[in-house]
């Protein structure tokens, strides 16, 4: 293989183009729903669907890493990231705005599979760091994408952000496709049926799906709550939410604690979230970016953990691309209604505060099944072990 240190940089720059373009489109949110004239839940709808499509491609990417091979669908998915960035500017702007985060998205989704089957692969002496380095790439992506789209938006307009995240997205392919090793080979067959009565699957998706129904849920409604601000507060809160909350988690490789299976661990980061959101929905606009650390920080915590799971729970690279496919699937589909309902509670209520209530909810339900989850997962890879 090529020098380790090389394919861990590209790991972690995929990582983060899987979700660098889709977090870039909160900050510019409020002025695309003024151009457009679309309403909140039309507006929520927008982050609904490219939470759904991240779920939606995952079982079919298993189909296409086994016919082009895991590699092969880093390069066109992360390829097809850009060109579907970029296809948001054709007119008429209501129709593609929509249908451009859709399909960048669904290729978001449709490479988890590989990813999974590669670090098991390329890494398999290694797979706590690889997890850990692929898990911070993709919160690096949302940090980069959501901190500073609000300055680069003020300089080219938010349709210029998306020039140039997209211009970005090409280069991360064209990268890939000429540093990582070229030996390739099919995604193993996996048998989804076997994945859905898989009790691990189903333990790691609770978990993903509540951190996930937190974090989208505050994330699209953060710029409405901070409607007038200057754009320097407004990246603050933004950096705060994304970057400086990761921040303390730069530390987990190092670790020899098992975090990712530690119920203590969840607890802990879903009280976070909830004291976080809780601060959000009484509407303390100068403590915003307060808040945005600790719901920040609580999400991230309870995401690392979860995104670590599939390759540590899997018996094999078969067993780690169903179990990813269960988790992505489920995890992003369950929680896509978090943006919907947010928006309908502020079209019902007039009220913007309203829209952190689902979050709240995400929060708890996260504490709670951090207490059950993990130690389920615990016994199930004890049983296996011993089997």
Known sequence: MKR?????AMLWLVANNLRLAIFALQPVLPDIRHELGLS??????????????????????????????????????????????LLRL????????????????????????????????WFSGSLDRAASVYSNGILMGGTIGAAATPFVAQVVGW??????????????????????????????EVRIRDALRNPRAWQVTALFTFQNLAYFGAAAWLPFLLAGRDPAYVS?????????????????????????TSAAWYLAMGLLTIAGATGLALGLRDLAWALAFLLGLGCAGAFVGSMALPPLVAR????????????FTFGYLLSF???????????????????????????????????????????????????
Do not use: K
Request: hydrophobic letters at 60%; aromatic letters at 8%; glycine letters at 8%.
């Open 159 to 188: 349709r210029g952000s998306f020039v140039a995240w997209g211009a970005l997205a090409l280069s991360i392919a064209l990268l890939w496709a000429l540093l990582t090793p070229r030996a390739d080979s099919p995604v193993p």
């Open 40 to 85: 909140f839940t039309a507006t929520g709808a927008l982050t609904s669907a490219a939470i759904a499509m991240l779920g939606l491609g995952s079982i079919p990417g298993t189909v296409v890493g086994r016919w082009l091979g895991a590699r092969r669908v880093v390069t066109l998915t992360a390829a097809g990231i850009g060109a579907a960035s």
């Open 236 to 260: 603050l809160v933004f950096t705060c939410l994304n970057f400086l909350s990761i921040v303390p988690l730069f530390v987990l490789p190092a670790l020899t604690w098992p975090y990712a």
């Open 337 to 387: 209604a978090s943006p919907v309902a947010a928006g309908t509670l502020v079209d019902a209520t007039h009220q913007v505060t309203t829209a952190f209530w689902p979050s709240i909810g995400g929060g708890i339900l996260m504490a709670v099944l951090g207490v059950l989850v993990p130690r389920l997962v615990v016994r199930s890879r004890a049983a296996t072990a011993a089997a």
């Open 90 to 121: 054709l007119p008429p702007q209501g129709f593609w705005v929509f249908a451009g985060t859709i399909l960048l998205s669904l290729s978001a989704s449709l490479v988890q599979p590989a990813i999974a089957v590669l670090i098991r692969r």
């Open 4 to 8: 380790e240190w090389l394919v861990f």
């Open 316 to 327: 094999s690279e078969t067993d780690a691309a169903a179990i990813s496919a269960i988790v």
